[in-house]
């Protein structure tokens, strides 16, 4: 039981480059986050997911999109990175309903810079 | 607008010392309020609390919800230098059970000096 990864732990992009990110968990959750964590801003959410083939925007959306294609897996995509996007990523998953109680199980983060 | 804020922002304490960390939110339609604990990776639950005057303890750390006054503390007794990390608090709101989106608060950086 692998909980929540992420894939790449770290990357470097060069502005106007494009990549994806992809967050896999294995505990049959409903709901996938994914954050972005700055020095003096705390986790803010970028997007979410309540269920296979939907997706919905967060606090700050911009400049990123997701795809929730199968349930374990949550992509983050990112068009045309700018260095405002420097920045290290977390995806979450969390059970769905009022007993899961929205605890969110978090993956190891993913450290992007871009110059 | 919602809002969580967390003081201090940072603390350094000595191993022994108990210290307390506080938690502060204005949020509609609240429904629960988590703690968690950061150290350079990813962050690890500690506490969910749903409930007024109903502590939960695990070990050394406890931690109780105010929703009247709408806060809560985080309190960690005779710290170790693991607890060294960036204690996280987050409150989760409810739209009928349909979402359960966190809004965090910036974080207390305790560090704890042997």
């Known amino acids: 039981n692998a909980g929540v990864t992420q894939t790449p732990k770290f990357r470097v992009l060069k502005t106007g480059q494009s990549m994806t990110l992809l967050c896999a968990q294995d505990?049959?959750?409903?709901?996938m986050y994914w954050y972005r964590q700055d020095p003096g801003m705390g986790l803010r959410l970028i997007h979410y997911?309540?269920?296979?083939?939907?997706?919905a925007k967060g606090e700050v959306p911009d400049g990123y999109n997701v795809s929730r294609l199968k349930k374990q897996n949550f992509l983050l995509g990112l068009e045309s990175a700018a260095p405002s996007q420097t920045s290290v990523y977390f995806c979450?998953?969390?059970?769905?309903?009022?007993?899961?109680?929205?605890?969110?199980?978090f993956g190891p983060g993913t450290r992007l810079t871009v110059t | 607008e919602d809002k969580v804020v967390q003081s201090p922002l940072s603390l350094v304490v000595h191993e022994g010392d108990t210290v307390t960390l506080n938690c502060s939110y204005e949020?509609?339609?609240?429904?629960?309020l988590l703690w968690y604990k950061q150290e350079k990776k990813a962050p690890t639950f500690l506490f969910m609390l749903?409930?007024?005057?109903i502590e939960k303890k695990s070990g050394r750390l406890s931690s109780i919800l105010d929703k009247k006054e709408l806060f809560s503390i985080l309190n960690i007794t005779a710290t170790q230098t693991g607890d060294s990390a960036v204690y996280l608090c987050?409150?989760?709101?409810?739209?009928?059970?349909?979402?359960?989106?966190?809004?965090f608060g910036k974080g207390t950086k305790l560090s704890v000096k042997p």
């Open positions: 979450a998953s969390s059970s769905r309903g009022l007993a899961g109680g929205y605890e969110q199980y």
């Open positions: 505990m049959n959750h409903e709901y």
């Open positions: 997911s309540v269920g296979e083939g939907t997706t």
């Open positions: 949020v509609t339609n609240f429904r629960s």
């Open positions: 749903t409930s007024s005057g």
């Open positions: 987050a409150v989760a709101r409810d739209y009928g059970g349909s979402q359960g989106n966190l809004i």
